[in-house]
């Protein structure tokens, strides 16, 4: 029967599973299999699995309670395996690998930061720090039939705007790497030039969400800082 996996922990974790559900209409009980060094946290696949909201938050809250008491590998949500000999074979095969990223994530927790900036600030500035760009403006407007002036001006505006994001993003990124152990880049999204994951030491949490706040007052109002955690460390898995 397929089985549903939650997580990797050593086999000595406390592994506090009561008053948790599983995903699942109804939900499916939770339990574990165990090597001599491993578990697994897993339960009964459901028939169908959706990615409802009350089968997410089934599932984060199983990664919440295992990380509170120690170090997890979570699996990402619609994770299967085809029975319980199969997920025993994987936890024996990747011994090494699991064990060594449980020593990488002992004692450590997860966070988000992503960062946005309003267009017509940047807009401002790339018309205040660009010649080129402020004389194709300034052109477009006094002559609204030239086309060709129009694309190189839009063209020239998204380089500029794409440079002057990245840069940003990376000094922002350094300037904030010292208070994690290690960092993870992500694609921007539509919204966010910025989207980095942070793996910090739980006693250094508070100094990494001061951080991010310094650089949220050197930026200024025109940028939305956004920083969640803890996670699951799933950026670092």
Request: net charge negative; hydrophobic share 40%; proline share 6%.
């Amino acid at each position: 029967m397929p089985i549903y996996v939650y997580a990797v922990t050593r086999a000595d974790h406390p592994l506090r599973l009561e008053g948790l559900q599983g995903v699942g209409d109804p939900p499916s009980e939770l339990r574990y299999l165990a090597t001599k060094e491993l578990a697994a946290v897993v339960g009964d696949a459901p028939p169908e699995l959706r990615a409802k909201r009350r089968d997410l938050m089934a599932h984060q809250l199983v990664l919440e309670r295992l990380m509170a008491d120690g170090a997890a590998l979570p699996m990402r949500f619609g994770l299967l395996g085809p029975d319980d000999d199969a997920v025993l074979g994987v936890l024996e095969e990747q011994r090494d690998a699991y064990r060594r990223r449980l020593e990488e994530l002992d004692g450590c927790l997860e966070y988000n930061l992503k960062v946005a900036r309003d267009e017509r600030d940047l807009l401002h500035e790339i018309l205040t720090g660009s010649p080129e760009a402020r004389r194709l403006d300034a052109y477009t407007r006094e002559h609204p039939e030239a086309q060709g002036d129009k694309v190189a001006l839009g063209e020239l505006l998204m380089q500029e705007a794409q440079q002057r994001e990245r840069t940003e993003a990376e000094g922002l990124v350094d300037r904030l790497a010292p208070s994690a152990l290690r960092t993870a880049a992500a694609d921007p999204t539509a919204a966010h030039f910025l989207n980095v994951s942070f793996l910090v030491e739980r006693d250094r949490a508070t100094a990494l969400s001061e951080a991010v706040h310094q650089e949220a007052e050197r930026c200024g109002d025109s940028y939305d800082f956004t920083l969640s955690g803890p996670l699951p460390p799933y950026s670092f898995v």
